[in-house]
């Protein structure tokens, strides 16, 4: 992102949250910024509170309307230099009351959405030999945790889809973050009703994430307490961490 001048970016789940503050931000630093979402409403008043935003509603779990997406967006504006993949949604689920068509339902949205946004967009950009790609994914990726058996895989899924790609993408001129904000303050968050230590607010999510991709990175962690607890539970054994799980001394 730091050879190109602010261009176009586009970015999914733009309605509310951290796609709205990342979108207000991209915008004040002089992009144009494509804002896509399912509902009209919230996009109509993004793009009337913020210069710069084009509303462009897309359902990102059909993958036919992803590709006339980027078709239209790059016939309509010029080429996506940016690209930040934040559709998602959030179901509290365990063993209690652990329901497969939900599961189904938060990975259709939080993984096989981002795949149906990826794949036009990431052939653009190859094509071209130029732009950044940002997956919006979770700490909860990195570890299952109770409350998490639906949220968690779907996460986790995007983890290893960008670790899978980056490489060759890189390799073509296209640079492929990750981004694994820990608790942001958002109307999915907001619904929480268990503790969310080290909760930090949309436009702080905000500035990590446009900083991050400025600067390159390939993993976009945030807020720094919650990157250290993680790394310490990523490298625990398992049978360890399930131990501390179980006696509630890590848990969501």
């Known amino acids: ?13 733009a309605s509310t949250g951290i796609g709205r503050a990342v ?3 991209l915008a004040a630093q002089g992009w144009t910024v494509i804002a896509s979402a399912r509902g009209a409403e919230g996009l109509e008043k993004l793009a009337a509170e913020t210069p710069n935003v084009v509303p462009w ?15 239209g967006i790059e016939e309509a504006h010029g080429p996506i230099e940016l690209a930040i993949l934040n559709a998602g949604t959030h179901q509290p689920m365990g063993a209690a009351d652990y329901d497969p068509a939900v599961a189904a339902r ?3 949205l939080n993984y096989q ?18 732009g950044r790609i940002g ?30 790609l980056a490489p060759e993408l890189a390799a073509d001129g ?23 230590p080290f909760l930090i607010e949309a436009e702080a999510a905000a500035r990590h994430i446009v900083d991050g991709l400025d600067k390159g990175r390939f993993e976009i962690v945030f807020p720094w307490p919650m990157l250290a607890v993680f790394a310490i539970a990523q490298v625990l054994p398992r049978r360890w961490f ?3 799980v179980r006696k509630g001394i890590v848990k969501r």
């Open 57 to 71: 509603r897309l359902d990102v779990t059909d993958p036919e309307a992803c590709a006339r997406a980027v078709a």
């Open 1 to 13: 992102m730091t050879q190109h001048r602010p261009s176009l970016a586009w970015i999914t789940g």
């Open 113 to 130: 959405g981002t795949a149906n946004s990826l794949a036009p967009v990431m052939a653009a950009m190859r094509k071209r030999g130029r």
């Open 174 to 196: 296209v640079g492929l973050s990750v981004i694994n904000p820990g608790f942001v303050k958002t109307p999915l968050t907001d619904r929480n009703d268990f503790p969310m």
């Open 106 to 108: 938060v990975m259709g």
């Open 23 to 25: 979108a207000r931000r």
């Open 135 to 164: 997956l919006v994914a979770s700490v909860a990726g990195y570890r299952g945790l109770p409350t998490a058996a639906a949220y968690a895989p779907s996460k986790a899924a995007v983890i290893a889809l960008a670790e899978s």
């Open 242 to 244: 399930l131990f501390l």
